[in-house]
């Protein structure tokens, strides 16, 4: 039996190198699969790692219908054995009601990879979804770090710097905890971090601890 699966974590737990890795599984054992995302960091109709693995996808927007993309391509003669969604999140919960269908009635694998809480910490309405609707949630094994050496649980947005808790829900940037770059002039320069809860309760960024001493070396190792 097909089945509907989400694994989930916080960014930087490599969910997009298990997509990727995911796919190659299957298709070395000779099944056809297709590869979905939406605003991915690396640009448009792309699956990206941030271990330099990437690999062409089809671009997920809020009118992307996946039944009906599904049963044109099968109409036409495509063979579909699974399907790899990645950040998940971004899709509308409609569209997770559609992959639940693309499982039960035509008994195609999906696999969705995505973060369940924004930058203020409330759930995705498509993760949300994937919650309520999926026959497995598996959350990564592979454990994100706050500055602090805790295990990090939450994603943080900064902008120039600074950790913001209000704005656009869908704003791409990537992970950087060490380095900002300097805005020009007018500019906002975006950027996420992990965060154990203290510290994004408290709005505290790598950035911030340094500027006030409160741990010179945050992490026991270089």
């Given at each position: 039996m097909?089945e509907?699966?989400f694994?989930t974590?916080?960014?930087?737990?490599?969910?997009?190198?298990?997509?990727l890795?995911?796919?190659h599984n299957h298709?070395?054992?000779g099944?056809v699969?297709?590869?979905f995302?939406?605003?991915d960091r690396?640009?448009v109709?792309?699956?990206?790692?941030?271990?330099g693995?990437?690999a062409?996808?089809q671009e997920v927007?809020?009118a992307?219908d996946?039944?009906?993309?599904t049963?044109e391509?099968l109409?036409?003669?495509?063979?579909?054995d699974?399907m790899?969604?990645?950040e998940?999140?971004f899709?509308?919960p409609?569209?997770i009601?559609q992959?639940?269908?693309?499982?039960d009635?035509?008994?195609?694998d999906?696999?969705?990879f995505?973060?369940?809480?924004?930058?203020?910490t409330?759930l995705?309405?498509g993760?949300?979804?994937?919650?309520e609707?999926a026959d497995?949630?598996?959350?990564?094994?592979?454990e994100?770090?706050?500055?602090?050496?805790?295990?990090a649980t939450?994603?943080?947005?900064?902008?120039?710097?600074?950790?913001v808790?209000?704005?656009e829900?869908v704003?791409?940037?990537?992970?950087?905890?060490?380095?900002?770059v300097p805005?020009?002039?007018?500019?906002v320069e975006?950027?996420?971090?992990?965060l154990?809860r203290?510290h994004h309760?408290?709005?505290?960024?790598?950035a911030r601890a340094r500027?006030?001493?409160?741990?010179p070396?945050p992490l026991p190792?270089?």
């Open positions: 097909a509907l699966t694994r974590g916080t960014m930087d737990t490599g969910k997009s190198t298990l997509a890795q995911t796919n298709a070395a054992r099944r699969g297709r590869l995302t939406s605003h690396a640009g109709a792309i699956v990206s790692s941030r271990l693995l990437s062409h996808a927007d809020g992307f996946f039944w009906r993309y049963v391509a109409t036409q003669g495509a063979r579909i699974y790899i969604c990645d998940a999140q899709y509308t409609d569209q009601d992959l639940a269908k693309v499982v009635e035509l008994q195609i999906v696999f969705c995505g973060i369940l809480t924004d930058f203020r409330r995705f309405p993760a949300a979804r994937l919650v609707l497995r949630t598996e959350v990564l094994q592979v994100a770090l706050c500055w602090c050496g805790k295990r939450h994603n943080a947005r900064t902008e120039n710097g600074v950790m808790t209000e704005g829900v704003v791409v940037g990537d992970v950087d905890p060490t380095e900002q805005a020009v002039d007018d500019e975006v950027a996420y971090e992990v154990c203290q309760r408290r709005g505290l960024t790598a500027a006030v001493s409160l741990s070396e190792f270089s």
